[in-house]
């Protein structure tokens, strides 16, 4: 066995398990190569993977010792016989690549940042719905209700085993949570709008942040009010 560290991976040439020839393989850990070795050690023969065993998926060519197969950096399906057929497949493999195809859907499901502007624009108020003041958001628990203040809007977390009593968000009921949740800081200057208010103390990447946060409620609890002066 010979082994090297690559980009965290373990990657071993193994000339026991697949004899005559010499195969290369990446996997997370080390899980690969002690399986070989232990079914090395009990006699059960490992065969490699059928698409190093069918030759290289760019000129067909069985892999040798002096040109071991190369894996896709993206997935563990395509073997080749050499960087050079690897390079030369990369655009028709991407097509089928599984590691790649993911890989794109991630970068796709990524939310763009909205620019700060946009975030900042005026609030459109729903008809009938009150605004509340500070005062009032700080006394809810004197009517039975559970709210709190993101983004100018008040909503109703009411009956929420996260912001009831024990809660692990207990602590954001009767407040504006605007700037904590924006900055994800939770010190007490952060829930008091005169010292830090979210308009003039939050830059882009925080106020996205906080609309972030903003839609989750919107999304999950009803709407009760907007705070006055917002």
């Not at 009032?136 to 929420?160: N, P, Q, Y």
């Amino acid at each position: 066995w010979q082994s090297k560290a690559k980009k965290g991976q373990q990657q071993t040439n193994c000339f026991h398990c697949f004899p005559p020839r010499a195969y290369y393989f990446q996997h997370q850990g080390a899980s690969f190569v002690l399986l070989a070795r232990f079914y090395l050690q009990i006699g059960i023969p490992m065969s490699p993977p059928s698409s190093v065993s069918s030759g290289c998926l760019c000129c067909q060519r069985p892999p040798s010792a002096q040109r071991p197969a190369v894996q896709c950096e993206q997935c563990s399906d395509a073997f080749y016989c050499s960087n050079d057929c690897r390079e030369a497949h990369a655009s028709e493999h991407a097509k089928a690549c599984p590691g790649q195809q993911q890989s794109k859907t991630s970068k796709k499901s990524k939310k763009s940042q909205l620019p700060k502007e946009e975030l900042l624009k005026p609030i459109e108020k729903k008809v009938g719905v009150p605004e509340v003041t500070l005062q009032e958001l700080a006394d809810c628990h004197s009517s039975g209700k559970l709210w709190i203040g993101c983004m100018g809007r008040v909503f109703d977390v009411t009956g929420s085993e996260f912001y009831g009593a024990g809660g692990n968000y207990s602590s954001f009921v009767a407040k504006d949570t605007s700037v904590a949740l924006g900055k994800m800081k939770f010190n007490k200057e952060y829930f008091d709008p005169a010292a830090m208010h979210w308009r003039r103390d939050l830059d882009e990447k925080e106020l996205n942040i906080l609309n972030d946060w903003m839609v989750k409620f919107a999304d999950k609890y009803p709407l009760v009010g907007y705070i006055k002066d917002e």
